[in-house]
């Protein structure tokens, strides 16, 4: 298991990428994204960004996020020549929007990861025909018994499972990178839970798109 597949236990500033200092740009992230993130980093040879992540686990916690993002900002704002807030929404019900907007800082747009991963307008388009979908990500797939199985207590009752999920129809995997053993674990995560089962592969999306604007001063 690769060590940032356990991003959810702690904060991380990834130790491949250089030491902060003037001109260059933090990229504060959501645990969840950190192999993505870091992954757009590489394949551009942005020496100049810098990943720090905050705990995955917040996502079973939402109304903890706008703090946390808010703590860091504060503490590493004069350490970079810009922060750009890589979370969307993620159920702060509008919160994190307005607190970056009072700090001064960029939000990644959308609702969530799924919602950005696919696209913005792409995922609003279909949202009136799949609101009866469960996303997964790459993440999610890896992290599935942590972040999903057993949160919702189905390792200890799955009698649960038709209670929360019945008036879903099927999961969709959102692949951003082609592995066939993810593909098959996510298989097993809609066999598990009773759904059909849809992969669609959508790369990094939105994603890949604001960190690019990032990288080159393009954000506001």
Request: proline residues 4%; glycine residues 10%; contains cysteine.
């Amino acid at each position: 298991m690769d060590e940032r597949d356990n991003l959810d236990d702690q904060a991380l500033t990834e130790a491949g990428l250089p030491e902060t200092g003037q001109g260059q740009v933090l990229l504060l992230a959501c645990g969840a994204l950190a192999h993505e993130v870091l992954a757009v980093i590489r394949a551009n040879g942005w020496s100049h960004l810098v990943l720090q992540c905050l705990p995955a686990k917040l996502h079973l916690y939402p109304e903890k996020i706008t703090a946390e993002v808010a703590r860091v900002v504060a503490e590493e704002r004069d350490r970079y020549a810009a922060i750009h807030v890589l979370y969307a929404d993620c159920g702060t019900g509008g919160l994190l929007q307005e607190k970056c907007k009072e700090l001064g800082v960029s939000l990644i747009p959308g609702p969530h990861c799924y919602s950005f991963f696919e696209g913005n307008a792409v995922f609003a388009e279909r949202a009136g025909t799949e609101f009866t979908a469960f996303y997964l990500t790459d993440f999610l797939v890896r992290q599935f018994d942590a972040f999903v199985w057993k949160p919702m207590g189905f390792d200890r009752h799955p009698e649960l499972i038709g209670m929360m999920f019945g008036n879903y129809t099927k999961l969709v995997y959102q692949a951003q990178t082609d592995d066939p053993a993810l593909s098959a674990k996510a298989e097993d995560c809609a066999r598990r839970l009773g759904l059909a089962y849809e992969r669609r592969f959508t790369g990094y999306g939105d994603l890949a798109t604001f960190i690019t604007q990032a990288a080159g001063g393009q954000v506001s």
